[in-house]
């Protein structure tokens, strides 16, 4: 599609909100907290009305719907064994808020400190606390020093319980691995039940509760599916509106922004509406036929993901949930569920976590371990297996190893090359098998042992390092928590793309606020800390002063 084709209409606002996902949701329904304000909100994908979308169990089937998300290739890499790794990312109102694992984790302190450290001022936790009990409406115990009761989004405990899961967390306390009864509070390490955005049996996404209510609330949002924005339009240096394609009639748009324009793609869009733009490594834009607006070569640089492996083992003495989600056993789920009973469709793919050393002799918690009565085939989440199973999956906590996102084509429907370089770095291979021979351990526990037949997956022909790492490499992909493409950090760092204001650098009116903003990738899942991103980037764009740093117990 040609760069400079010329829009058939031309609207204005007060600001352009490029993408739907949780940080676009919550900026757009904030910004229309102010009277008279106006949002345009683009969202390259459809409404979020299918129904696999807020059924949790859906989750296995949204996933993978094209039609909902973006199936991003990753470029081959040696250190995968040559493979390419197929990342999802959202592409609804909600963005991957409506389509992702709904665990509710918030990371270690030090995580945020280490960006305020970066010349990155007021991101420390003590400051970011106060945006994570915004955001979140816990409905449970936990202390209100840590914890939110008044936010958009809920955060639930389990109401669905197996016995797999109990002896599960049994085992970790036979291991040392003590139970830790709110991992989101005081301290991440230990084992328990993983908290979760899903209420009354449905996900509660970004869009549903925050852009969508706001919507309909201010009548200020307008709100574009099927609008895949392909350029910031300047003025200079200036950031002045958006042009965006109809999906459904190819039909060229532009949307000017009076004040400013918000880019909110996600760590892949974000990075390559910024190069399509004009704004990114001169050399490569030039490649690319693209004007060259603003030269800033740390655009799509810095990428990181999580790279996780899944172990499995075949179970005996209890039915796991392979058996409870087919014939007549599912309608019984069905049944409790549409009675508002506790119900296997109602639960996230993982339930219990352990936080935990990769090696005994670190300090504090490198890995994070995801536990499920269920396995899937080859440990890939897709399709449950047909036996009776139950799998751990084991990622690092902060991956050393840093890829890239970089446009291949001037044409927006050409997807980026996404070189993730997982397992490059010599620390990331070494916590993974750490962590990898962590997981066997606890699958093996006299706790669990009732419970497990035998390892199936990588099973006992897998022992040495080697043969582990090899493994690893094998059978390792995303667990789609992608940051880092627009850095945060001060301008005079030049792996940084925008300022502690979330501003890009050297541009005027246009920010980026999303968790391609991350200077390091946090030690948890990343929807929690994307949220609080954005309620900080909102209270920047208004004006609104932050709220006090809080002072932490010790």
Same mark, same amino acid.
């Given at each position: 599609?040609?760069?400079?084709?010329?829009?058939?209409?031309?609207?204005?606002?007060?600001?352009?909100?490029?993408?739907?996902?949780?940080?676009?949701?919550?900026?757009?329904?904030?910004?229309?907290?102010?009277?008279?304000?106006?949002?345009?909100?683009?969202?390259?994908?459809?409404?979020?009305?299918?129904?696999?979308?807020?059924?949790?169990?859906?989750?296995?089937?949204?996933?993978?719907?094209?039609?909902?998300?973006?199936?991003?290739?990753?470029?081959?890499?040696?250190?995968?064994?040559?493979?390419?790794?197929?990342?999802?990312?959202?592409?609804?109102?909600?963005?991957?808020?409506?389509?992702?694992?709904?665990?509710?984790?918030?990371?270690?302190?030090?995580?945020?400190?280490?960006?305020?450290?970066?010349?990155?001022?007021?991101?420390?936790? +003590?400051?970011?606390? *106060?945006?994570?009990?915004?955001?979140? =409406?816990? &409905?449970?115990? !936990?202390?209100?020093?840590?914890? /939110? %009761?008044?936010?958009?989004?809920?955060?639930?405990?389990?109401?669905?319980?197996?016995?797999?899961?109990?002896?599960?967390?049994?085992?970790?306390?036979?291991?040392?691995?003590?139970?830790?009864?709110?991992?989101? +509070?005081?301290?991440? *390490?230990?084992?328990?039940?993983?908290? =979760?955005? &899903?209420?009354? !049996?449905?996900?509660?996404?970004? /869009? %549903?509760?925050?852009?969508?209510?706001?919507?309909?609330?201010?009548?200020?949002?307008?709100?574009?599916?099927?609008?895949?924005?392909?350029?910031?339009?300047?003025?200079?240096?200036?950031?002045?509106?958006?042009?965006?394609?109809?999906?459904?009639?190819?039909?060229?748009?532009?949307?000017?922004?009076?004040?400013?324009?918000?880019?909110?793609? /996600?760590?892949?869009?974000?990075?390559?509406?910024?190069?399509?733009?004009?704004?990114?490594?001169?050399?490569?834009?030039?490649?690319?036929?693209?004007?060259?607006?603003?030269?800033?070569?740390?655009?799509?640089?810095?990428?990181?993901?999580?790279?996780?492996?899944?172990?499995?083992?075949?179970?005996?003495?209890?039915?796991?949930?392979?058996?409870?989600?087919?014939?007549?056993?599912?309608?019984?789920?069905?049944?409790?569920?549409?009675?508002?009973?506790?119900?296997?469709?109602?639960?996230?793919?993982?339930?219990?976590?352990?936080?935990?050393?990769?090696?005994?002799?670190?300090?504090?918690?490198?890995?994070?371990?995801?536990?499920?009565?269920?396995?899937?085939?080859?440990?890939?989440?897709?399709?449950?297996?047909?036996?009776?199973?139950?799998?751990?999956?084991?990622?690092?906590?902060?991956?050393?190893?840093?890829?890239?996102?970089?446009?291949?084509?001037?044409?927006?429907?050409?997807?980026?090359?996404?070189?993730?370089?997982?397992?490059?770095?010599?620390?990331?291979?070494?916590?993974?098998?750490?962590?990898?021979?962590?997981?066997?351990?606890?699958?093996?526990?006299?706790?669990?042992?009732?419970?497990?037949?035998?390892?199936?997956?990588?099973?006992?022909?897998?022992?040495?390092?080697?043969?582990?790492?090899?493994?690893?490499?094998?059978?390792?992909?995303?667990?789609?928590?992608?940051?880092?493409?627009?850095?945060?950090?001060?301008?005079?760092?030049?792996?940084?793309?925008?300022?502690?204001?979330?501003?890009?650098?050297?541009?005027?009116?246009?920010?980026?606020?999303?968790?391609?903003?991350?200077?390091?990738?946090?030690?948890?899942?990343?929807?929690?800390?994307?949220?609080?991103?954005?309620?900080?980037?909102?209270?920047?764009?208004?004006?609104?002063?932050?709220?006090?740093?809080?002072?932490?117990?010790?």
């Amino acid at each position: 599609m040609p760069q400079d084709q010329q829009p058939q209409s031309t609207s204005t606002f007060d600001y352009v909100v490029v993408g739907t996902g949780a940080a676009g949701s919550i900026v757009a329904a904030r910004l229309s907290e102010d009277e008279g304000v106006t949002i345009c909100a683009l969202e390259s994908g459809p409404p979020d009305r299918h129904p696999y979308i807020h059924l949790p169990a859906g989750f296995i089937k949204i996933m993978f719907n094209e039609a909902y998300t973006w199936q991003f290739k990753t470029e081959p890499s040696p250190n995968v064994n040559g493979r390419s790794v197929i990342i999802p990312v959202g592409r609804t109102v909600g963005g991957s808020s409506s389509i992702n694992g709904m665990i509710i984790n918030r990371g270690q302190a030090d995580d945020f400190n280490s960006w305020a450290q970066r010349g990155n001022a007021g991101w420390g936790y +003590a400051d970011l606390l *106060p945006y994570f009990k915004r955001f979140e =409406r816990r &409905i449970g115990q !936990g202390d209100d020093t840590y914890r /939110g %009761r008044d936010g958009k989004i809920p955060v639930t405990d389990f109401d669905w319980q197996h016995e797999i899961c109990e002896a599960f967390l049994a085992g970790c306390v036979g291991l040392g691995i003590p139970r830790n009864a709110d991992y989101n +509070a005081a301290s991440q *390490p230990g084992a328990g039940y993983l908290q =979760r955005n &899903i209420h009354k !049996g449905l996900r509660r996404s970004a /869009g %549903r509760m925050y852009l969508l209510p706001a919507q309909k609330q201010s009548g200020r949002i307008d709100l574009r599916t099927h609008a895949r924005a392909f350029k910031i339009v300047f003025e200079g240096r200036k950031a002045v509106g958006v042009r965006y394609v109809d999906e459904k009639s190819r039909a060229v748009h532009e949307v000017k922004a009076r004040k400013e324009v918000i880019v909110s793609g /996600g760590t892949v869009n974000s990075a390559r509406l910024l190069q399509l733009s004009g704004v990114g490594a001169g050399n490569l834009l030039k490649s690319l036929g693209v004007e060259v607006v603003h030269d800033l070569p740390a655009v799509g640089e810095n990428f990181r993901d999580h790279c996780s492996v899944r172990l499995v083992a075949r179970a005996k003495n209890s039915k796991t949930i392979n058996e409870i989600t087919r014939g007549p056993a599912l309608i019984g789920q069905a049944l409790r569920w549409l009675m508002g009973m506790p119900s296997v469709l109602g639960v996230s793919p993982s339930l219990c976590y352990a936080f935990w050393k990769s090696d005994p002799n670190i300090s504090g918690a490198d890995l994070q371990l995801v536990f499920a009565p269920a396995s899937y085939k080859e440990g890939f989440i897709g399709m449950l297996d047909d036996y009776p199973g139950m799998s751990c999956g084991v990622w690092q906590h902060r991956p050393e190893s840093i890829g890239y996102v970089r446009a291949k084509s001037a044409d927006i429907f050409v997807d980026p090359a996404i070189q993730p370089n997982y397992l490059t770095h010599e620390t990331d291979q070494q916590a993974l098998v750490g962590g990898i021979k962590l997981a066997r351990k606890l699958l093996s526990t006299p706790e669990l042992s009732h419970f497990v037949d035998r390892e199936t997956f990588p099973g006992d022909g897998i022992r040495t390092d080697d043969e582990i790492l090899h493994w690893a490499r094998q059978y390792g992909g995303t667990v789609w928590h992608l940051i880092g493409t627009c850095r945060m950090g001060p301008a005079a760092d030049k792996s940084s793309v925008v300022s502690d204001e979330l501003k890009v650098h050297g541009l005027e009116n246009l920010r980026v606020i999303d968790a391609s903003v991350m200077p390091s990738m946090p030690s948890a899942n990343t929807y929690s800390a994307t949220m609080v991103i954005a309620e900080k980037g909102s209270d920047m764009i208004r004006g609104r002063a932050a709220p006090a740093a809080v002072t932490l117990p010790g």
